[in-house]
């Protein structure tokens, strides 16, 4: 049975970081895709980051380019989003997200019907 976990969020203030890990179980994703999508309360899902785990060539979104760092660690089936200078509009769920296939450039479509975690939350305060 596959299983994505989320770690690592909490609550900041505006400027401060967090990290956040999901470990994927059940299903090595060594040559996929895995990503990162973020909620804000009464909005859309939308992506945030993401990783070919059998290269490491990354994708963000623009509004969080040179903010946000994704990586891998594939011996620990693992994939982290080290995320600095907080805004409060980061505030959300953060949710991970995986691909047995190559992503590309269309990574965060891809992503919506691979396999998801159920989320870390995320509070920045002003």
């Known amino acids: 049975q596959v299983q994505l976990v989320e770690s690592g969020g909490g609550s900041v203030q505006a400027g401060g970081s967090l990290r956040l890990s999901c470990a994927a179980s059940g299903y090595s994703y060594s040559d996929g895709c895995m990503g990162w999508f973020h909620q804000a309360p009464g909005k859309e899902r939308e992506g945030v980051a993401a990783i070919y785990t059998g290269g490491g060539t990354t994708y963000y979104a623009d509004s969080v380019k040179g903010r946000f760092a994704i990586s891998r660690d594939n011996a620990k089936n693992t994939v982290y989003l080290q995320m600095n200078s907080l805004k409060p509009e980061d505030t959300g769920m953060y949710y991970c997200?995986?691909?047995?296939?190559?992503?590309?450039?269309?990574?965060?479509?891809?992503?919506?019907?691979?396999?998801w975690g159920q989320g870390t939350q995320v509070t920045v305060s002003s």
């Open positions: 997200a995986a691909e047995p296939n190559w992503c590309g450039g269309s990574w965060a479509r891809k992503l919506r019907g691979g396999d």
